[in-house]
């Protein structure tokens, strides 16, 4: 079992500023307290993999990437839905960057698979908005909790269906 710590527990001091702390960016994690651990990691101001390549670099097991809480409203829709993980989606991209976007990085590419919960939010986005027709005395709260506990994953021919039992309606992926 591996040890789980938090980033600002072993970032190298004068390396981040009050607003990077916690972000696991490029040369701010030490070698020596991060070897053989799992960091959690917040998300921001770099992309996943950069926070994965630091993790590397100073020989950490893997990360954890943390999304912040929403502290303004309760309405508001955080796009981190645990039923949909965004998990290697097929897009097309733009051959003006590469695929990881860092700037070793000079490959060109006209798809390229992505794991974010973005690449999925324009399909839970659409869900939402058909509940809220179905419910419109609900509030996003509520729709939110209601897509997390009650959608299943079943497979009818190859083709991946989330049925969300609350609403006895189902989306095709």
């Given at each position: 079992?591996?040890?789980?710590?938090?980033?600002?527990?072993?970032?190298?001091?004068?390396?981040?500023?009050?607003?990077?702390?916690?972000?696991?960016?490029?040369?701010?994690?030490?070698?020596?307290?991060?070897?053989?651990?799992?960091?959690?990691?917040?998300?921001?101001?770099?992309?996943?993999?950069?926070?994965?390549?630091?993790?590397?670099?100073?020989?950490?097991?893997?990360?954890?990437?943390?999304?912040?809480?929403?502290?303004?409203?309760?309405?508001?829709?955080?796009?981190?839905?645990?039923?949909?993980p965004g998990l290697n989606i097929l897009a097309a991209w733009s051959e003006a960057s590469s695929p990881t976007k860092?700037?070793?990085?000079?490959?060109?590419?006209?798809?390229?698979?992505?794991?974010?919960?973005?690449?999925?939010?324009?399909?839970?986005?659409?869900?939402?908005?058909?509940?809220?027709?179905?419910?419109?005395?609900?509030?996003?709260?509520?729709?939110?909790?209601?897509?997390?506990?009650?959608?299943?994953?079943?497979?009818?021919?190859?083709?991946?269906?989330?049925?969300?039992?609350?609403?006895?309606?189902?989306?095709?992926?």
């Open positions: 079992m591996y040890q789980l710590v938090y980033v600002g527990d072993v970032e190298v001091l004068g390396t981040t500023t009050n607003r990077t702390i916690g972000q696991c960016l490029d040369g701010t994690l030490s070698p020596e307290l991060v070897k053989g651990k799992i960091i959690l990691c917040l998300s921001g101001y770099s992309y996943s993999v950069e926070k994965g390549l630091e993790v590397k670099r100073v020989q950490g097991i893997g990360f954890i990437l943390q999304n912040p809480m929403n502290g303004l409203e309760s309405n508001i829709l955080k796009p981190n839905i645990n039923t949909a860092l700037p070793d990085d000079h490959r060109v590419v006209k798809y390229n698979i992505d794991s974010r919960t973005s690449m999925s939010c324009p399909h839970v986005a659409a869900i939402a908005a058909l509940i809220k027709a179905i419910h419109p005395d609900w509030s996003s709260a509520i729709i939110r909790f209601a897509l997390i506990t009650t959608g299943i994953l079943a497979c009818f021919n190859s083709l991946h269906v989330i049925y969300f039992l609350a609403f006895k309606t189902s989306f095709i992926s």
